[in-house]
T-cell receptor
């Protein structure tokens, strides 16, 4: 079965880079995603990467994918207080033609002033 | 345009009562998902509707849980004989198939069973 793991907490000083890590188990994943959840809100898609890529950059966000090790990371450059949130890694798995996401437990990012 | 909406935003119910949670997906989105987010836990997949196909119910935790999607649009998640362990935030998401990769999430319904 699918399993996606993340560390639960990360604290970073304002202005530093944040790196949130994720491991997954299903080698047939087609897409991998990072979602952000701010307090009291639903999930917002931050970025995604196709499984045949190893890096994607989008402004302050850099996604690295190591398919051999099934490891995904999200780097946020110049972390700001507005980046405080829970970050969920998710893999997209096709199961009998249906596609669904399997989410990790989420990493709560706290910014230290 | 309007996003995914869910109602109610909060629901407190007594153990043993039935509850219905509603999801209005983005108009035209053919896929609809329900997830459960328990305190300190990740998102747990519950059920998935895609067009007119039979729903994927593989994530429903017990037969007390059921969901319908009427007319390919609005969906209702029903929990019968609620238990305290059902307390969680229930999130709905919709997606425009076949080519879109993004699931758009609603704000969730916080269910508290006392």
């Amino acid at each position: 079965g699918e399993d996606v793991e993340q560390s639960l907490f990360l604290s970073v000083r304002e202005g530093d880079s944040s790196v949130i890590n994720c491991t997954y188990t299903d080698s047939s994943s087609t897409y991998l995603y990072w979602y952000k959840q701010e307090p009291g809100a639903g999930l917002q898609l931050l970025t995604y990467i196709f499984s045949n890529m190893d890096m994607k950059q989008d402004q302050r966000l850099t996604v690295l994918l190591n398919k051999k090790d099934k490891h995904l990371s999200l780097r946020i450059a110049d972390t700001q207080t507005g980046d405080s949130a829970i970050y969920f890694c998710a893999e997209s798995v096709r199961d009998f033609g249906n596609e669904k996401l399997t989410f990790g437990t989420g990493t709560r990012l706290t910014i230290i002033p | 345009g309007a996003g995914v909406s869910q109602s109610p935003s909060n629901k407190v119910t007594e153990k043993g009562k039935d509850v219905e949670l509603r999801c209005d997906p983005i108009s035209g989105h053919t896929a609809l998902y329900w997830y459960r987010q328990s305190l300190g836990q990740g998102l747990e997949f519950l059920i998935y509707f895609q067009g007119n196909s039979a729903p994927d119910k593989s994530g429903l935790p017990s037969d007390r849980f059921s969901a319908e999607r009427t007319g390919g649009s609005v969906s209702t998640l029903t929990i019968q004989r609620t238990q305290q362990e059902d307390s969680a935030v229930y999130l709905c998401a919709s997606r425009l198939l076949p080519n879109s990769y993004e699931q758009y999430f609603g704000p969730g319904t916080r269910l508290t069973v006392t």
